[in-house]
């Protein structure tokens, strides 16, 4: 090929690649509605959505609704908070939002009872669990931080935790004293997730990751200490009477399959396999003190918390429920 | 565009006895390197959040896969290396490895939300990667004469390095224009990478050497037979023995982050303050070791990396550590392959750059092991001291051979 020639081919290649790759962007730039300015939180007043007995979630559009428990066919009742992950409690309510930029950061917004911001807390990474604790004093969260491109591979998890009380966050609670299995354990490759709190505030449930095994762990927040409870279990979620956890526990190796919701009383330390038979990833929420719900392939779905019924779905085209008290 | 050999010297008078000009082929090369990073690179800065938030995965799914792929892309590597020299054919070998990962992108789509198959790209995106680093790096040592090896593998790295830099910029770019949507990117990250390819098929020339005597020249077995060269095999003793005491970078920004001083949301930019010295000191670096000698400047590299795990014991100073972590790498990655190049024998040039970078990449893997568990024996700043101690040792250690060897 002579040089011009192939300055030809170079320019004719350009057009139709820069013109592939325009006309797609710009064709994808019309499909889909612009999404909300992200974590623009919502005029006073509108606040009026969070009231007892409605089941808040995030919409497809990645807003804030709710609908009443008793009729969640009903339509939904936008709030106008843009939120990725979003839970309540007690009256406050943490919403956390991937910040748009050339690197991945969150924000963790705290809102009061009619919905105003009242904290915000900057964070690396993408937006995992959220939740608040009954009262709507501790508000807990999980990122996931890519301190590297994904082909050296290495994520990692952030949990962070704030007493709205006194206003002290802790971003990373991967310090805290832990014992694993009865003894003192170290390991630099120790991860936490999916925060559950108890009615005093304090007892607290997560899940710790060390040495390609997951843990239930027991924590104490006042006196900053964990321990393990059990192997092999992920995302507690403490039932209102706190005698209770509903948990995903790995059964299988497949990716697709992975987790299987499960329920462990902690008097007796029984675990009861739920009734639903997909593989759920998420974080449940009780309903009431017999019924869990948690997303599932884009819709949000409930199912009793003992191990009997069936599934059934609760509102289409939603994730991250919570049921306001 | 067409590149000419002429074209980096414009402007710039040799201001040494060597010649500030980079043979076409270079330039072609780390074209076709800055233009794929920056499809490669647009589609890692956004795969974390298109995974979580748009197909609702959990990361830590993935990073089950590591482990495994890790050791089908250093089989492949080998494998490619050889078969580059087995045919003569390192541009065809190289052009696959990158045609492979411009595919990876629609694929990505297409995988939908199944964590088996989007695993499977990803492997995939990494093979073509371990199969085009070293039949590229041949073709680099091969196009330049060899006194000017430093230099070119600068160029070439500082070029690679400017379009990673670019990349995360791009796809934020069609994020915010398309109003979020990830498929856009994976299709523009495509139509770059197809570009990349076709300016690697169109402007890069093959350099395809005779075989001396008979085909058993390039046998695998004439290969690993390169290892009995003792130049050379104290080249890769002294990678690999280095490479198990750094640190991986993953691991410094962790323990930089420890050290706190600055805000969580700031944590995703540690990298990019690395990168942006890499990228300055690229050339400058590469020339120097041409002038004062490769050898003495790789294991200078390491002192700075010395330097930077002693920072982070001490003072903990953020700016000191990422500009240190810049100067290792400017001073190690591409003058690590100028000095093996000339060690090895034309038609063998793949398979030896192939064995040298599997044996660093294999140690550096064992090195994140070794870390951990010193970390968890005896905590991190004993594991850092270990680590810079282990380092010392070597330098050392490599210093003193080379000096008898000399």
Redo the contacts between chains.
């Keep these: ?1 002579t ?1 011009v020639r ?2 030809l ?2 320019l004719a ?2 057009a139709v ?2 013109g ?2 325009a006309g ?2 710009a064709w ?2 019309r ?5 909300a300015q992200a974590g623009q939180t919502a005029q006073a007043g509108q606040g009026g959505v969070l009231r007892p007995g409605q089941l808040m979630f995030r919409t497809a559009a990645g807003r804030v609704a709710g609908v009443p428990l008793a009729d969640t066919s009903a339509a939904p009742t936008g709030s106008g908070l843009a939120c ?1 992950r979003f839970s309540t409690g007690g009256g406050t309510s943490i919403c956390l939002v ?1 910040r ?7 924000h963790a917004v705290i809102l009061d009872r009619s919905m105003r911001e009242t904290r915000r807390i ?7 669990r959220a939740r608040m604790s009954q009262s709507g004093r501790m508000a807990s969260w999980t990122v ?15 949990t962070g935790i704030l007493d709205t009380r006194t206003g002290y966050a802790v ?2 609670i991967e ?1 805290i004293p832990l014992t694993l299995n009865g003894r003192r354990y ?4 120790v ?1 936490y997730w999916g925060v559950t709190f108890a009615a005093d505030d304090n007892r607290f449930y997560a899940t710790v ?1 060390t040495k ?1 095994k997951t843990y239930l762990v027991e924590g104490d927040y006042g006196r900053w200490q964990a321990r393990t409870l059990r192997e092999n279990a992920e995302c507690p979620s403490l039932s209102p009477d706190g005698t209770r956890l509903v948990f995903k526990k790995r059964v299988s190796a ?3 399959r ?1 987790w299987r919701l499960h329920l462990l009383d902690l008097t007796t330390m029984r675990e009861t396999p739920l009734a639903e038979p997909a593989s759920v ?1 998420d974080q449940v929420v009780w309903l009431d003190e017999r019924t869990v719900a948690y ?1 599932r392939g ?1 819709d949000v779905w409930s199912v009793p918390a003992d191990g009997s019924g069936a599934p059934a779905p609760l509102v289409r085209g939603a ?1 991250s429920p919570v049921a306001v008290r | ?2 590149i000419s050999a002429s074209r980096a010297a414009d402007g710039a008078r040799p201001r040494s006895r060597l010649s500030w000009a980079v043979p076409g082929n270079v330039l072609a090369l780390g074209t076709v390197s800055l233009v794929t990073d920056i499809s ?2 647009m589609v ?2 956004v ?3 298109y995974l ?2 748009s197909l ?9 896969l ?1 482990g495994l792929s890790f050791g089908v892309t250093a089989l492949v590597r080998l494998a490619g290396g050889n078969l580059a020299d087995r045919w003569q054919r390192r541009k065809l070998v190289a052009g696959v490895g990158y045609g492979l990962s411009a595919l990876c992108k629609p694929a990505l789509l297409a995988a939908g939300g ?3 198959a989007l ?1 499977a790209v ?1 492997a995939v ?2 093979t073509g ?1 371990g199969l085009r680093t070293a039949p590229r790096d041949a073709l680099i040592s091969l196009s330049v004469p060899p006194d000017g090896l430093g230099q070119a593998f600068g160029v070439h790295r500082a070029m690679d390095t400017f379009g990673a830099l670019l990349g ?2 791009v ?2 770019a ?8 990830y ?2 990117v994976f ?2 990250s495509f ?2 990478a ?2 990349g390819v ?2 690697m098929v ?2 890069v020339r093959d350099q395809r050497m005779p075989l001396p005597g008979p085909r058993s020249a390039t046998s695998p077995r004439a290969a690993f037979g390169l290892l009995r060269e003792a130049a050379f095999r104290r080249v890769c003793v002294v990678a690999a023995a280095l490479g198990l005491v750094t640190l ?4 410094v ?2 323990l930089l ?2 050290r706190g001083g600055f ?10 303050g690395t990168a942006a010295v890499y990228l300055l000191l690229a050339v400058p670096v590469g020339r120097l070791a041409d002038r004062v000698g490769r050898i003495p400047v790789f294991l200078a590299g390491h002192v700075a990396l010395i330097a930077a795990y002693l920072v982070l014991i001490g003072p903990g100073w953020l700016v000191a550590v990422l500009a240190l972590q810049g100067v290792f790498y400017a001073a190690t990655d591409g003058v690590l392959m100028a000095v093996a190049g000339p060690m090895l024998p034309a038609h063998l040039r793949t398979s030896g750059l192939a064995l040298l970078q599997t044996g660093q990449a294999t140690a550096r893997l064992f090195s994140s092991v070794l ?2 568990a010193v ?3 005896w ?2 700043t004993q ?1 850092l001291a270990a680590m810079a101690a282990g380092l010392a040792v070597c330098v050392l250690g490599a210093w003193s051979v080379v000096r008898r060897h000399a």
């Design positions: 090929m040089p192939r300055l081919v170079l290649a350009l690649l820069g592939a790759a797609y962007a994808a730039a499909r889909d509605p612009v999404p990725d991937a748009p930029g050339p690197v991945a950061t969150t900057k964070l690396a990474g993408i937006p995992n996931f931080v890519t301190g590297d491109s994904y082909s050296e591979g290495g994520f990692s998890t952030w971003t990373n310090d170290h390991a630099a490759d991860n990751a390609g497949d990716p697709d992975m990833d997303a884009g994730s | 565009m067409y490669s690179e890692t800065a795969l974390p959040l979580t938030l609702g995965l959990n990361l830590l799914q993935f990073g089950l590591d199944s964590v088996a695993g990803i995106d990494r990667k995360p910029l796809a934020f069609v994020l915010m224009g398309t109003g979020g949507a498929d856009a299709v523009v139509c770059v197809v570009l076709l300016l169109m402007y991986s970078d993953a691991f920004y962790l982050q420890k805000g969580a949301e700031y944590f995703p930019l540690l990298p990019i870390f951990g970390w968890t024996m905590g991190s594991g």
